[in-house]
């Protein structure tokens, strides 16, 4: 008799997936087979994402699926038995990558503790009074004291001017204690970014965007200080899994200051071949079909659907957007600019929203903070 296996795939090793040190951490489900005899299927329990069996039936011969390759494998055991393997991407864990990352820093800030006597220092500076701005403050802080980085904050009210704020950057970078100083973006209309950004010392900006480090991380031979948090999580992300970057194809959606630009900067710095994809492009889908990275930071939920990507290809997905769902307590449910339900049945790799990208964005401004301290001490 025939038996059909399924498999949620997070296990499974793909040949662009070189077995690496660290892939281990793109967490993957134990093999969580199902074996459905004749038509009794079961539902697996996937990786984070329930996935359903499909084509659980009795299957006459080998070989008569017509599954696409890149989703299913076709296996025969002998014993007539034909299993299947529905294969839908596996699920790179953001928040454990982002767990080991700040264990490094906490080991690195304990040894500096140790030899110099001194721990790194990092300053917000929030402006204004938007929730979402002052929950990732919050968690900014919380991660600095979990990693022994000693924080300094500064919150200014809404209405406060330019001059202000200018004052408080001043305080900080005269201040030998801060190694980072993050102006928490975006800030209210009537103060110039460009300017306060711009204020922030050379060596203190942990988020990476002085003119000075984004145009030290555009040119060839030249070596920013510092890389912002987001992007740099993204790279991390995919070289902690394993997945190769040199000489691929990558697709940025998106050409923000914040993120689109400098990861397609990033990945261009790795020897990928970057195309940048944004509001004007004619044909998103058709470019991103060929990309085997994708990274997604348009700020649109759920836009780049399965049928925009190439099998097998790894994305990374920045966007965090609020979706009505009556289901959740709070009424809302938190998705990324990638539809995540199609797109994890095509990649080979794909982030979650929340637990992707996010926390690799937060443990990255630790890592940038601590390396601001080991230059000023070293
Ligand atoms: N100067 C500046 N630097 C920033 O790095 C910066 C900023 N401004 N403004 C706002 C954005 C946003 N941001 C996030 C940080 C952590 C999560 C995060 O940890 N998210 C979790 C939880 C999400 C949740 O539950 O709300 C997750 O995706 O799993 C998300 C987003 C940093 N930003």
Redesign the pocket.
């Known amino acids: 008799m025939a038996l059909i296996e399924c498999d949620t795939g997070g296990g499974i090793v793909r040949p662009h997936s070189p077995a690496s040190s660290s892939a281990r951490l793109a967490r993957s489900s134990p093999s969580s087979a199902i074996e459905a005899m004749a038509s009794t299927a079961r539902v697996a329990r996937g990786l984070g994402a329930r996935v359903a069996t499909r084509g659980a039936s009795s299957v006459p011969t080998n070989r008569t699926l017509s599954a696409p390759a890149h989703r299913a494998r076709v296996s025969s055991s002998g014993r007539g038995v034909v299993r299947v393997r529905a294969m839908s991407a596996t699920i790179i864990d ?2 454990a990558i982002a767990q080991a990352v700040r264990e490094e820093v906490r080991e690195k800030v304990a040894a500096m503790r140790t030899r110099t006597g001194k721990v790194p220092g990092l300053a917000v500076v929030l402006v204004g009074e938007r929730k979402d ?1 002052q ?2 403050v919050r ?1 900014k802080k919380k991660a600095c004291e979990e990693a022994g980085i000693e924080s300094f904050g500064t919150d200014l009210p809404e209405d406060a001017t330019e001059d202000e704020v200018l004052a408080v950057v001043e305080a900080y970078n005269a201040d030998p204690n801060v190694h980072g100083i ?4 975006p800030m209210p209309k009537h103060i110039n970014e460009e300017r306060v950004l711009g204020a922030i010392s050379y060596e203190k900006d942990v ?1 990476g965007f002085h003119p000075l480090n984004i145009g030290r991380l555009s040119q060839r031979g030249r070596e920013p200080l510092f890389v912002p ?2 992007p740099r999580g993204c790279i991390e992300l995919l070289e902690r899994t394993g997945i190769p970057i040199a000489g691929k194809e990558a697709v940025v959606v998106g050409r923000s200051n914040v993120v689109g630009t400098p990861a397609a900067l990033l990945l261009q710095r790795r020897d990928a071949t970057v195309t940048i994809v944004h509001s004007r492009t004619p044909n998103p889908e058709e470019i991103c079909r060929r990309a085997d990275i994708v990274i997604a930071a348009c700020g649109q939920m759920e836009m780049v659907k399965g049928s925009w990507l190439k099998p097998g290809c790894a994305v990374i997905d920045v966007g ?1 957007n609020a979706k009505d769902d009556p289901s959740k307590k709070l009424g809302y449910r ?1 998705v990324g600019d990638v539809e995540f339900d199609s797109a994890k049945e095509v990649a080979g790799h794909i982030t979650p ?7 690799m ?2 443990a990255i ?1 630790l890592q940038n903070t601590l390396e601001g301290a080991e230059r000023a001490y070293a």
Do not use: E, F
Not at 182 to 185: A, D, S
Not at 353 to 359: D, L, S
């Open positions: 953001g928040k701005s929950t990732y968690s993050l102006v928490q973006l988020d948090c987001t965090i938190l929203v929340p637990g992707g990208v996010g926390p964005t937060i401004l």
